[in-house]
């Protein structure tokens, strides 16, 4: 099993900047993956950004040069470094580790809110 704790969401003006963070814990050798998706009411859970356990990162093209995926395996950590906010980047954020293609384990998701 593995536990994903997401933290840093919050409510920021457009052009701001946040950093999420997810933390993660249990039987980790077995994680691929790991990524950020997000989920705005009313829309379907879409994937923002990637990161494999090499280190190549995948984005979203709605968040490309805005968004920074990242992750410290000292400490278990992934993040998601956010500047430049709109208001369309207004949702649930959740954390995601994936073993193979698809995930396999959802943190409990980190609310953003951009206002205008």
């Known amino acids: 099993q593995v536990l994903l704790v997401e933290s840093g969401g919050g409510l920021v003006q457009a052009g701001g900047s946040l950093r999420l963070s997810c933390a993660a814990s249990?039987?980790?050798?077995?994680?691929?993956?790991m990524g950020w998706y997000r989920q705005a009411p009313g829309k379907d859970r879409t994937v923002v950004a990637t990161i494999t356990s090499a280190g190549d990162t995948k984005y979203a093209e709605f968040v490309k040069g805005r968004f920074s995926i990242s992750r410290d395996n000292a400490k278990n950590t992934l993040y998601l470094q956010m500047n430049d906010l709109e208001p369309d980047d207004t949702a649930m954020y959740y954390c995601?580790?994936?073993?193979?293609?698809?995930?396999?384990?959802w943190g409990q998701g980190t609310q953003v809110t951009v206002s205008s």
């Open positions: 249990g039987i980790l050798v077995s994680i691929n993956a």
């Open positions: 995601a580790a994936l073993m193979t293609t698809q995930v396999d384990y």
